[in-house]
C-alpha cells in the first residue's frame, strides 16, 4: 500500500462516453502526477500539479482533461476517447515538485478499454 | 530529455541467480532512480542514488552509477520468483518531472 488510491482500477467505455478516473492521496504530499502507459512503450507523463496548479501538460489531447480540487485529490476527466487511448492510467505523488532526491508513491493504475 | 532506457528489454533468470539491468541517459542528472512494477500494477520505488554517489545497497539489490558513462546498473542477487516483474530507471535533474523508458522484464524461473 503506497498511500495513493485509484478508481476505478478498471473501466471499459465507449468512445462516446464520458467517465472520470479519481486519485488520492494520503501522504500530505503537494505534487500530484498523471502517467499513461501503454503496451511496449514508455511510461508518458501526461499532466503535472504543483500545490494544485497545473505546471506541466505535456501536449495531451484535449480530450483528457485534468482537475486538482486540493493537494489530495486529482481527476482526470474523459471524453470522445478513441480506442489507442486504451491503456494504464497511473497517478502518482511527490512530498515537492519534483526537484532533486524526489521520488514518486504511484497508485495501482486504472485499465482504461476504450471500444 | 532526462529519459532513461534500459537494457536488456526482457531477462530470464533461474531462481537462485543473479539479475544485472543496465540503464543509460543522456543528460546530466542529480539522481537515479529505479522502480519495480508487478503485472498491471502501479510502480514501486526501490532505491535513490545521487549524483555524487557510485555504488548503493539495499536489502538484496545493488546499484552502481557511473556518470562519466551516464550509466547505472541494478543488479538482484540470489533472486526469487516473487523478484519477478518489470523494472523501470528514471534520470532525475533540477526541477523536471521524472521520465521513465520501457523497463527490462524480468522473469525469474522457481
Known amino acids: 500500500e503506497t498511500g495513493v488510491t485509484q478508481t476505478p482500477r478498471h473501466l471499459v467505455m465507449g468512445m462516446t462516453n464520458k467517465k472520470s478516473l479519481k486519485c488520492e492521496q494520503h501522504?500530505?504530499?503537494?505534487?500530484m502526477y498523471w502517467y499513461k502507459q501503454s503496451a511496449k512503450k514508455p511510461l508518458e507523463l501526461m499532466f503535472v500539479?504543483?500545490?494544485?496548479?497545473?505546471?506541466e501538460n505535456n501536449s495531451v489531447p484535449s480530450r483528457f482533461s485534468p482537475e486538482c480540487p486540493n493537494s489530495s485529490h486529482l481527476f482526470l476527466h474523459l471524453h470522445t476517447l478513441q480506442p489507442e487511448d486504451s491503456a494504464l492510467y497511473l497517478c502518482?505523488?511527490?512530498?515537492?515538485?519534483?526537484?532533486?532526491?524526489?521520488?514518486?508513491?504511484f497508485g495501482s493504475g486504472t485499465q482504461l478499454s476504450v471500444l | 530529455s532526462q529519459q532513461g532506457e534500459e537494457d536488456p528489454q526482457a531477462l530470464s533468470i533461474q531462481e537462485g541467480e543473479n539479475a544485472t539491468m543496465n540503464c543509460s541517459y543522456k543528460?546530466?542528472?542529480?539522481?537515479l532512480q529505479w522502480y519495480r512494477q508487478n503485472s498491471g500494477r502501479g510502480l514501486v520505488h526501490l532505491i535513490l542514488?545521487?549524483?555524487?554517489?557510485r555504488e548503493k545497497h539495499s536489502g538484496r539489490l545493488r546499484v552502481t552509477l557511473d556518470t562519466s558513462k551516464k550509466s547505472s546498473s541494478l543488479l538482484i542477487t540470489a533472486s526469487r520468483a516473487a523478484d519477478t516483474a518489470s523494472y523501470f530507471c528514471?534520470?532525475?535533474?533540477?526541477?523536471?518531472?521524472?521520465?521513465f523508458g520501457k523497463g527490462t522484464r524480468l522473469s525469474v524461473i522457481a
Open positions: 543528460t546530466s542528472i542529480n539522481n
Open positions: 502518482a505523488s511527490s512530498p515537492f515538485p519534483q526537484g532533486v532526491n524526489e521520488k514518486l508513491f
Open positions: 542514488i545521487r549524483s555524487n554517489e
Open positions: 528514471a534520470a532525475g535533474g533540477g526541477n523536471t518531472p521524472l521520465v
Open positions: 500539479y504543483n500545490f494544485k496548479e497545473q505546471t
Open positions: 501522504l500530505g504530499h503537494n505534487a
